[in-house]
């Protein structure tokens, strides 16, 4: 049976993310909904995978645009074109370039909350021996790192040549202010880019405390 993923030269490219959480948190759906919707609003396919079966999608998920879930995990989803895909790495020793953008046709990401000092849970894939490609030293969020990833393979910018904003300041109320310990693309506003709804959402978390973030 055709596999509806195989690749084919000239063919969109897939962005996934392996979910490796067994919850699937309010951060991280506000997320994936982002990545979502600029996949499609882009003309590449996203994939949701590793999604258990059991897991009862938030409802802006249910009816995100361009959202595909996948139950099934990268390994057997890719399984006939592993060297085709990158692991996004915050560990690889190489930086992503535009011409990955010719040698690869899925990028995968691991769908971890991030967290602050990093737990390298992005370690769980890159035991499956997959190449890696980095994105600088500055740990991103998942959505930033996709979106940072589109910019590099399909408009083919240079990492380098991305503005971006590191550890932004975000006010919580008018005493107090956060610092979130990730690397944010610089939209044209000035402003990190952030999915719709984080800010409320990191509004609400800080006043119960941060542990695990996005
Ligand atoms: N603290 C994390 C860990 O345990 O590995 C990083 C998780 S990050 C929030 C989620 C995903 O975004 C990573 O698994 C990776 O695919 C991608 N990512 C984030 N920053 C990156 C960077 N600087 N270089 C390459 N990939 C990155």
Redesign the pocket.
Known sequence: MANANSAHPGDAKIFVVEHLDPELEAWSSLEYSAIASECSATGAKFLLSSVPEQLELPENLQQAKGLNIEHRSIETVFADQKDRVCL???AASKELSPEDGDRFHVFL??G?L??DP?????SELRKKGYEGR???P?????DT?VRVTRMIVQDRVPLEAIPYIDHPELKINKHESTEMPFRYVKGKDGQPIMPEGMVDLIKKDSERGFGDL?
């Open positions: 996004l790495d915050p990401f691991g971890i991030g967290d990093p737990r390298d849970r992005t980095r994105l600088g500055v740990q991103m969020t998942t790192a996005l």
